[in-house]
């Protein structure tokens, strides 16, 4: 078995909570305070994959992340949320196709090549996957898998890279940071593992977090660790951050804006306080009754399948406030006030 080395510091089990993290520009801290700037602004996104049929997963999705906001994605199963973040991340299967444009500072991340993506991944950019066990190597020990990227992207001496691996994994809650440094992924639990990937996604201090379902598989103590963790990215370093969740409650507590999904188009998004106090699209609306506190009522049907979408309004066969145009014209998403939203009952 591959061991870390000796660190008393870890040994000892003990950390102090003085922050090592490196320094941030200044400036575009203080341009932060006054006016965030924009982060991440995505564009008319459109997603196909290519196999015995072309199937569109993605249209129209335009939505952008200002520097240390929290945008939400939220929608039933299979609606687009992951294809979504992995499009961002440049990571999509080579048959798919891609329209429009995804931008981060300003620069278009579709027009880069693999080595440009790479300096991006991780320090700038850096993703929890949906599937944890997929995403850590099963064949090095946790540490290693935390050390390795402050030593790449940051060339950081090996003495702090174990300091700034164990302290990621204390604030994940891991009391037995030391011991866990040695860890294989196999060895632990399903929910160890997610945070172990939580450390390692954090540990760069990215100015965009992309977290997919990130409080799956976690007990209530450990959903309560990873928010103050999220909050304190955003608080303290800064972080814009896109969370996909299932989890509304999880979403509410964090979540400046939400962007709600259906069928692989937004269908409503809107300010976190806004849409949980006044959810305008029938979607939205039947999402927030479906929870336990507002009586647990279930929207009726499913989500169509991407490959046989209906014509019109694609919420339309379930949508109890369809008129007859929403059955033949698809609406477009529009702006009202603070919001947009795509139905035809609002202007
Ligand atoms: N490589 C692929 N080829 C064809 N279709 C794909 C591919 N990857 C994903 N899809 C389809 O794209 C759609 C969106 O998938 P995605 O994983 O983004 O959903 P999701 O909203 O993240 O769902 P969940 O909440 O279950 O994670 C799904 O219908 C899925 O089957
Ligand atoms: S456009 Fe029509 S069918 Fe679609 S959500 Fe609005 S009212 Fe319902
Ligand atoms: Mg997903």
């Not at 000796?6 to 909570?17: A, G, Q, V, Y």
């Not at 099963?138 to 164990?166: C, D, M, N, S, W």
């Amino acid at each position: 078995m591959k061991t870390l080395p000796r660190n008393t510091l870890l040994e000892k089990n003990t950390l102090p909570e003085r922050n090592i993290l490196p320094e941030r520009n200044t400036l575009l801290e203080k341009n932060t305070l006054l006016e965030r700037n924009t982060l991440l602004e995505v564009r008319d996104l459109e997603i196909s994959f290519q196999g015995i049929e072309t199937v569109t997963v993605l249209s129209g999705i335009s939505f952008s992340i200002k520097e240390s906001e929290t945008l939400a994605l939220v929608g039933e199963t299979g609606c687009g949320k992951s294809i979504v973040a992995h499009a961002i991340m440049n990571l999509l299967p080579p048959e798919s196709r891609v329209k429009g444009n995804i931008e981060f500072r300003g620069k278009s991340l579709s027009g880069m090549n693999e080595k440009e993506m790479a300096k991006i991944r991780g320090r700038e950019i850096a993703i929890i996957f949906q599937n944890p066990s997929l995403a850590l190597n099963p064949v090095y020990p946790i540490g290693h898998q935390l050390v390795e990227p402050l030593y790449v992207h940051q060339k950081e001496k090996k003495k702090t890279a174990l300091f700034r691996a164990a302290l990621a994994l204390k604030r994940m809650g891991f009391v037995n940071f030391s011991e866990c440094m040695n860890y294989y992924p196999s060895w632990c639990s399903g929910g160890m593992n997610q945070r172990f990937l939580i450390a390692a996604s954090t540990i760069l201090n990215p100015a965009l977090l992309i977290a997919d379902e990130p409080s799956k598989g976690l007990d209530k103590k450990c959903i309560t660790e990873l928010e103050a963790e999220l909050k304190n990215l955003k608080m303290e370093r800064k972080s814009a951050l896109l969370l996909i969740s299932h989890d509304l409650g999880f979403v509410q507590r964090l979540a400046d804006r939400i962007a709600v999904m259906y069928a692989g188009e937004i269908i409503e998004l809107a300010n976190s306080s806004s849409l949980f106090e006044n959810p305008l699209h029938p979607y939205t609306r039947g999402l927030l009754n479906s929870l336990p506190e507002k009586g647990f009522i279930p929207i009726p049907g499913f989500s169509p399948p991407l490959n046989s979408l209906p014509s019109g309004c694609r919420f339309h066969p379930r949508c109890p406030l369809r008129e007859k145009r929403c059955i033949r014209v698809h609406p477009e998403i529009k702006e009202t006030g603070e919001r947009a939203v795509r139905c035809f009952l609002y202007p």
